[in-house]
Nanobody, 120 residues
Framework: QVQLVESGGGLVQPGGSLRLSCAAS????????MGWYRQAPEKQRELVAV???????NYADSVKGRFTISRDNAKNTVYLQMNSLKPEDTAVYYC??????????????WGQGTQVTVSS
């Protein structure tokens, strides 16, 4: 089985920073991409940032220049460095991974989510 464990969420003041981490473990053969999504109350889940196995990245326009996604392939871990945080960034942040398991199945896996609250 595959599990994604997230950490790093919390309460921060506007202009502050947080670093989210997501570690994948279990019956993993390879991970082609990992990313972060977020969902605010009464809103749809939206893509924040994605990084591929080749380290190409994509960001939502709303976070470009403020957030940086990176990964440690040896640890099957993805990070999201969030700087210059705004109240509009408040949401539950979810980690996602596109995984090929040791049984040869390809599917997306989700973490449980971590709350990020930006408020004075």
């Amino acid at each position: 089985q595959v599990q994604l464990v997230e950490s790093g969420g919390g309460l921060v003041q506007p202009g502050g920073s947080l670093r989210l981490s997501c570690a994948a473990s279990g019956s993993i053969s390879s991970i082609s991409a990992m990313g972060w999504y977020r969902q605010a109350p009464e809103k749809q889940r939206e893509l924040v940032a994605v990084i591929t196995s080749g380290d190409s990245t994509n960001y939502a326009d709303s976070v470009k220049g403020r957030f940086t996604i990176s990964r440690d392939n040896a640890k099957n871990t993805v990070y999201l460095q969030m700087n210059s945080l705004k109240p509009e960034d408040t949401a539950v942040y979810y980690c996602n991974a596109r995984v090929v398991t040791t049984m040869g199945y390809r599917s997306n896996y989700w973490g449980q989510g971590t709350q990020v609250t930006v408020s004075s």
